[in-house]
């Protein structure tokens, strides 16, 4: 009798992916896929008109969990862990070239138009963003200044290898900067009244830093899936970094509710 580690029931796509995927993180494991079916991988091979479903047009959680209406609470949570995105990562570094796959399909136009489109509007929106954080540093450079500035470091960054880890550091993003944003609306609009003047910012804020450290801490740890709040970490980030600012500065305030009520 044989003896494996791992019994993965149902040959299907999620099985084959979960073996394949268990079987290059633990490769000492002997695993087994159990399928009552004659055949394997048989709803893969009908899936989109015969052509095969790979994943989906949608990248953004919540709006994917949608067309799960049977496993949309449940599926939140792992989507933010691995989406489409990652699918797509997943299948071109074991060497699936979407853009071939649709020209041997007679889709040669729309596969050069897919990839036009999205590579212009993608660098153009990144590189408009990158000049406008770029402008609160530099704030006498001109824009075409700024453009061709950021258009060279992100050339630079790139040739260090940094796609390579693209989902990653946009995941870190989600951890680190929903609640810098929060901070700001919260000491915009309880703090300050919406009466804002650039001269009054300070350097440093040790609420600020304090709240910011303890929402990056916690939300990490639901992106890890140590535990849950709101099944989103980047949600997580958010409301943990503006609430924990303004309870740090209940003081301040009392103070100016007090003096606008005298």
Not at 41 to 70: D, M, Q, W
Not at 149 to 155: A, I, R
Request: charged fraction near 15%; proline fraction near 2%.
């Amino acid at each position: 009798m044989k003896h494996y580690d791992v019994l993965i029931v149902g040959g299907g796509a999620a099985g084959f992916f979960s073996a394949i995927n268990t079987a290059q993180r633990n490769s000492d494991l002997k695993i087994a896929i159990l399928e009552r079916g004659n055949t394997v991988l048989s709803k893969v091979k009908i899936s989109g008109g015969g052509r095969c479903n790979v994943t989906h047009a949608e990248f953004e959680p919540k709006p994917l969990s949608l067309h799960y209406p049977r496993g949309q609470k449940e599926l939140l949570g792992p989507f933010h862990t691995f989406m489409t995105g990652d699918t797509m990562e997943w299948f071109e570094k074991r060497g699936v070239d979407f853009i071939k796959i649709m020209t041997k399909l007679d889709l040669v136009i729309p596969a050069f138009i897919l990839l036009f489109l999205s590579t212009w509007v993608t660098n153009s929106l990144n590189l408009f963003s990158a000049a406008l954080a770029f402008a609160t540093i530099k704030t006498k450079w001109s824009y075409k200044r700024l453009t061709l500035y950021t258009s060279v470091l992100g050339v630079f960054i790139a040739l260090l290898g940094i796609t390579e880890h693209f989902f990653v550091f946009l995941n870190a993003l989600g951890v680190l900067i929903p609640s810098v944003s929060s901070i700001y609306i919260a000491h915009f609009v309880w703090i300050k009244k919406q009466v804002y003047q650039i001269g009054d910012v300070q350097d440093w804020s040790f609420s600020a830093l304090i709240s910011w450290s303890v929402a990056s801490v916690i939300s990490f740890c639901t992106y890890m899936e140590l535990f849950h709040l709101t099944q989103a970490y980047f949600v997580d980030s958010f409301l943990i970094g503006g609430i924990l600012y303004f309870v740090l500065n209940i003081k301040r305030f009392s103070k100016y509710k007090d003096e606008k009520n005298n």
